[in-house]
């Protein structure tokens, strides 16, 4: 190449760089050389993946930039844009390790989310890094127990993104779909087309981490490809069921990145949410229920937005095939069935619970509200916020006040402690239904 067409594609680059921003040109354009000139087509070349990209993406930008210096009329070509056979191969099998080849599912929007107060900050913040992509909240961290919207968030980011983000790239996976898609990448040595599959794109959208714990070589893969788009400015969203430092399985680095942009949680909905959510199911589904059978499906189903979709849905079908009137009295006898009932509202207060759980130990509830570390208070302490969470609406800010002032970081961790019992302790199993029956009755 002559000295004056180096100094020319020198003056291209610069063109570029200032065209698509430093991250993009980075990324896509930076690995991207200068062959030659013939006539007027200006020969570049660059590896496969990156020519292929950069041939469908920025051949527009790449020929202004040449024509700005070179003249008008100048085309540009890109001799690696074809991917050969066994890269095309590679590229493939890592997109289908990775599930529906990272895109996102488009019946999730925003619009279709339905906002309350347990989920208010974390859809402000995704809908903020979806319209500001990186200049927002880098990484975003989204956390809270399955069923209440975290996948739907990631989704709604993607969607927007692809429909108003001018072109930026979106990739979605879970973290189950990474470790396959990297094990996959190693078994059939192809880990450059991995590479290549999530590291290239502008905005990762990662679901479930939880599941890289213990999961050492996709861990460390994970934290190089956190590293490797955090450092080409692309945007990364994350969701797991627990806070970054919460996850003890995944080393403190990774923990550590996670942890770096901004944390938000999802809590579960309050009635008036959940009464919100099953109106526009209905209405999305093309449902006509009245707003009392919502109301007591709003009030016997109180985990989470997956459940309470689900109790409709099997609502509607009960009423279809068997041609009775979808109303209350249908809700409760379908609900019925499945154990679920409303709560007497009137007497699920913390401290009516507190006081419950008290006798149940044989405590009064000053000792349950004291500052004790004995085990046997500890543990009807944490049985008596486990209650106080999955039997009313409040928030675990507002329960950690009722039991003397203490944070929602202790209630949760007593909610967890809770929940851990009882999948191996049936004596715990046995406290908990005999106290959630005398509480609603």
């Known amino acids: 190449m002559s000295g004056n067409l180096e100094e020319s594609w020198q003056e291209i680059r610069l063109a570029l760089r200032d065209s698509v921003g430093e991250s993009t040109y980075g990324l896509w354009l930076a690995p991207l050389r200068c062959v030659g000139l013939d006539g007027d087509t200006l020969v570049l070349d660059g590896p496969p993946e990156v020519s292929a990209w950069a041939a469908a993406r920025y051949a527009t930008a790449l020929e202004r930039a040449a024509a700005a210096v070179l003249g008008d009329g100048v085309v540009v070509s890109i001799a690696g844009a074809g991917l050969d056979g066994g890269q095309q191969a590679a590229t493939k099998a890592a997109a289908a390790a990775a599930g529906t080849d990272g895109e996102p599912n488009p019946k999730y929007s925003f619009e279709q989310f339905v906002i309350g107060p347990s989920n208010r900050l974390a859809h402000a913040a995704a809908l903020a890094v979806a319209e500001l992509p990186t200049q927002a909240y880098n990484p975003l961290f989204i956390y809270g127990p ?25 990739r979605y996976a879970t973290a189950e779909a990474f470790t396959n898609a990297f094990l996959t990448a190693l078994s059939s040595r192809s880990t450059d087309a991995f590479k290549t599959h999530f590291r290239r794109v502008d905005v990762l959208l990662l679901d479930d981490v939880q599941f890289l714990e213990r999961k050492a070589r996709s861990e460390e893969e994970m934290f190089h490809t956190f590293n490797a788009l955090y450092e080409a400015g692309s945007q ?6 627990r806070l970054p430092g919460d996850l003890a399985g995944i080393e403190e680095r990774l923990r550590a990145r996670f942890a770096s942009g901004l944390v938000t949680d999802i809590a579960r909905p309050d009635r008036a949410t959940r009464l919100a959510i099953l109106r526009k199911r209905a209405a999305f589904d093309q449902i006509e229920v009245g707003d009392d059978a919502l109301g007591v499906l709003a009030d016997c ?20 095939l068997e041609r009775r009137r979808l109303d209350g009295e249908l809700v409760m006898d379908v609900l019925a069935q499945h154990g679920l009932s409303p709560p007497r509202a009137s007497e699920l207060s913390v401290a009516s ?42 928030s675990l800010p507002h329960i950690g006040r009722e039991f003397a002032g203490r944070d929602h970081t202790t209630v949760l961790h007593a909610c967890r402690r809770v929940a851990d019992e009882l999948a191996v302790n049936p004596q715990a199993l046995a406290d908990i239904a005999t106290l959630t029956t005398a509480l609603r009755n």
Not at 151 to 164: D, K, P
Request: hydrophobic letters at 45%; charged letters at 15%; one cysteine or more.
């Open 146 to 170: 399955p069923g209440l919207g975290k996948t739907h968030l990631l989704h709604a980011i993607g969607n927007y993104v692809r429909s108003f983000g001018g072109g930026l790239t979106v």
């Open 236 to 241: 990364l969203v994350v969701t797991s069921d």
């Open 301 to 320: 189903v109180t985990t989470n937005v997956r459940a309470l979709e689900g109790a409709l849905i099997r609502v509607v079908a009960v009423s279809s």
């Open 353 to 394: 619970i507190q006081t419950a759980v008290a006798s149940h130990f044989a405590l009064t509830c000053d000792v349950l509200l004291s500052r004790s570390r004995s085990g046997r208070i500890v543990w009807a302490r944490q049985v008596a916020m486990y209650l106080s969470r999955e039997l009313t609406d409040h």
